[in-house]
């Protein structure tokens, strides 16, 4: 029969470990009192990281903002920049109660003055963010001198008034950047390529993307991700809340401004390529493409009621558009006659498809103002309006699911 185990010399050797670490529990300091710190300070604000300011491996996240209580009133300042040709008095009779901030980038004598007149109006809008980032107001307006442009809003007769009156800026500081311009084309859904080979560029309407190789991504944003494509709505018009741009470290407006100033690239060029990362800097997506129709509810009060109804609106309006020119092109073939002295007498065929096109013409005009004065209606309710504002709440998404009998 085998023997049992030593049970006394197991007891001691327990004893003997249980000591042992208690010993060394004492006398060993804790890491609260051997020189190491626990970090208690708060976390980074939103749009912060915790590498170096220029450091663009790490990507700015941004949050959206909060409003203020409804009734509330926005600071605001426009900032434009002109050359001294340029007419900018409608701004004082139209839009008087707009503070202005005015850069005449061609004028040495200038109130307001940039380092060079390079980058078109990307010097400008650099700079004013440089000298004033401390002392910004609720909603900064980056926008051109000319009062009508195609690249304006066609629901407000592509008129720049209509932009700074109706702009909502309760939108501005939720988002923290909006694009003045609601229509996706030019620059969305699939803009710029970096990789794209010669053969496949459009060099007439997208004559920028040339301009849009690597090395110049990697110069702007050293160390980020190459992105597969940049999108956002042109034309270089935009709001962005005061808070946004704070989120923004000031030394990557520097670096930004110190590109502009050392580039070699064409002037027309270097502030073509800062139209398509505006929305990168202050959203850091490199496709931000909001829905049309939301922008216009929101941002401005055309609300049709959803996109459907949206898109229905501008495709009338397109079949409008496609009669009014084959009508145009009847009434330019008379102007030639007659400039040649000659008289142009249309038969039967043609009188009739004139007169035609006219009543079609005059008829959709009628329905689309109609729609648009609705639109506004809709606009003008706060309930109406919400339901058609983007939100990150499911909470009663399927309210709108199709019902079954």
């Known amino acids: 029969m085998l023997a049992g185990p030593p049970r006394l010399v197991s007891l001691l050797t327990i ?55 409804p009734g509330s009133n926005y600071t605001h300042v426009l900032v434009v920049p002109k050359t001294m040709k340029e007419d900018i008095r409608w701004m004082a009779a139209e839009i008087p109660d707009t503070p202005l901030a005015v850069y005449e980038v061609d004028n040495p004598n200038a109130e307001n003055k940039v380092p060079q007149n390079k980058g078109r109006e990307v010097m400008v809008y650099l700079t004013y963010i440089i000298d004033h980032y401390d002392d910004l ?71 920028e993307e040339i301009y849009w190789r690597r090395h110049v991504w990697e110069e702007i944003h050293p160390g980020a991700p190459i992105p597969p494509t940049i999108s956002g709505i042109c034309c270089a018009q935009f709001a962005v809340s005061r808070e946004r741009i704070r989120q923004v470290p000031l030394e990557r407006f520097h670096h930004y401004r110190n590109w502009l100033l050392t580039t070699t690239m064409d002037d027309q060029f270097s502030g073509r390529i800062f139209e398509y990362i505006w929305h990168y800097i202050f959203t850091g997506h490199e496709v931000y493409c909001p829905a049309m129709n939301t922008c216009y509810c929101d941002g401005y009060g055309f609300c049709f009621g959803g996109r459907q109804k949206f898109a229905d ?76 504002t983007e939100s990150w709440d499911s909470t009663h998404i399927w309210d709108y699911a199709p019902k079954g009998d």
């Not at 496949?200 to 309407?205: G, L, R, S, V």
């Not at 007169?355 to 506004?376: F, H, T, V, W």
């Open 137 to 207: 107001p609720d909603t900064v307006l980056f926008m051109h001198s000319h009062r009508h442009a195609w690249h304006n809003n066609q629901l407000m007769g592509l008129d720049g008034v209509q932009i700074i009156r109706r702009l909502n800026h309760e939108r501005v500081a939720r988002m923290g950047f909006m694009n003045l311009r609601c229509h996706h084309e030019p620059g969305c859904p699939d803009w710029i390529h970096m990789d794209r080979p010669g053969g496949d560029f459009d060099f007439f309407k997208k004559p």
């Open 15 to 69: 004893v003997f470990i249980l000591c042992l670490g208690w010993w060394y529990l004492r006398l060993v300091p804790s890491p609260s009192t051997s020189g190491l710190t626990i970090d208690t300070s708060p976390p980074p604000k939103p749009g912060y990281h915790t590498g170096g300011a220029l450091d663009f491996s790490i990507p700015l996240r941004f949050k959206d903002g909060t409003a203020k209580p």
């Open 313 to 388: 609106y501008f495709k009338k309006q397109d079949s409008r558009n496609q009669k009014f020119e084959e009508l145009k092109t009847y009434e330019n073939q008379k102007e030639e006659a007659k400039k040649e002295g000659k008289t142009l007498e249309w038969n039967e065929t043609v009188k009739a498809r004139i007169s035609e096109l006219q009543k079609e013409i005059n008829r959709m005009d009628g329905e689309m103002q109609k729609e648009r004065n609705e639109a506004q209606e809709r606009g003008n309710d706060p309930k109406m309006r919400k339901e058609e």
